[in-house]
């Protein structure tokens, strides 16, 4: 069935480090890939998402591409902020057919990211 | 646009008691999906409605059941709750346009503690 893996953390970092956080996936079909974040006590914001293979979802700095001969989307950024101190999902988004409009998230464990000043 | 809204933020219950958890979705999205968020289990998918039907269920006992109504607002119900069952209760909407890879927006969650 589908699935994600996420590299396991806590991560921590200084301000202005580079960050990758790796994410692999298992797939049936052609999934859309995401990556969510959560801050302490909120719900999951999405970050960025990509649909199709080669495609790069970019918000805030942060940056993933979706390569499919690697199965992977991993998370990047060139400077973090104290303020990105949160938890990172990565996602998945299973495609149930031609005409289907749903579909349900396969998520990752997460990846705790702490950055120090 | 508002978001996605949850009712209640927090509740404690004790074993053995039933809880409803209310989510309206951002307007004019008619997809609504629940996931429950543990620190054991992480993000697990629990059901997904449209148009009032559900239309795809997790691995979930029978204890844990949902409905929409057709302004698409949604609600799960608990019954006969489980020290198991405290966890972070999170409600997803998406326009489910016909054709798309939508994307799911989430709520704030529920935080339900049972004593």
């Known amino acids: 069935g589908d699935s994600v893996t996420q590299m396991e953390g806590p991560v921590t970092l200084s301000e202005e480090a580079f960050l990758t956080i790796n994410c692999t996936y298992t797939a049936t079909g052609y999934p859309s890939l995401f990556w969510y974040v959560q801050y302490p006590g909120e719900g999951l914001q999405l970050l960025l998402k990509?649909?199709?293979?080669?495609d790069k979802g970019s918000n805030k700095g942060f940056e993933a591409t979706y390569r499919k001969e690697t199965t992977s989307f991993h998370l990047e950024k060139g400077s973090v902020q104290v303020s990105d101190s949160a938890v990172y999902f990565c996602?998945?988004?299973?495609?149930?057919?031609?005409?289907?409009?749903?579909?349900?998230?396969?998520f990752g464990r997460g990846t705790q990211l702490t950055v120090w000043p | 646009k508002a978001g996605v809204t949850q009712t209640p933020r927090y509740l404690i219950k004790t074993r053995g008691q039933q809880v409803t958890l209310s989510c309206s979705p951002i307007s004019g999205h008619r997809s609504v999906s629940w996931y429950q968020q543990t620190p054991g289990q992480g993000l697990q998918f629990l059901f997904e409605y449209f148009s009032e039907t559900q239309r795809n269920k997790g691995n979930f006992p029978g204890r844990f059941s949902g409905r929409q109504f057709s302004n698409s607002r949604s609600e799960m119900n608990v019954s006969t709750l489980e020290l198991g069952d405290s966890a972070l209760y999170l409600c997803?909407?998406?326009?489910?346009?016909?054709?798309?890879?939508?994307?799911?927006?989430f709520g704030p969650g529920t935080r339900l503690l049972v004593l």
């Open positions: 996602a998945l988004s299973d495609h149930r057919g031609r005409g289907s409009t749903l579909g349900r998230l396969y």
């Open positions: 990509a649909t199709k293979a080669d």
């Open positions: 997803a909407s998406s326009l489910a346009r016909i054709g798309d890879q939508e994307t799911q927006y």
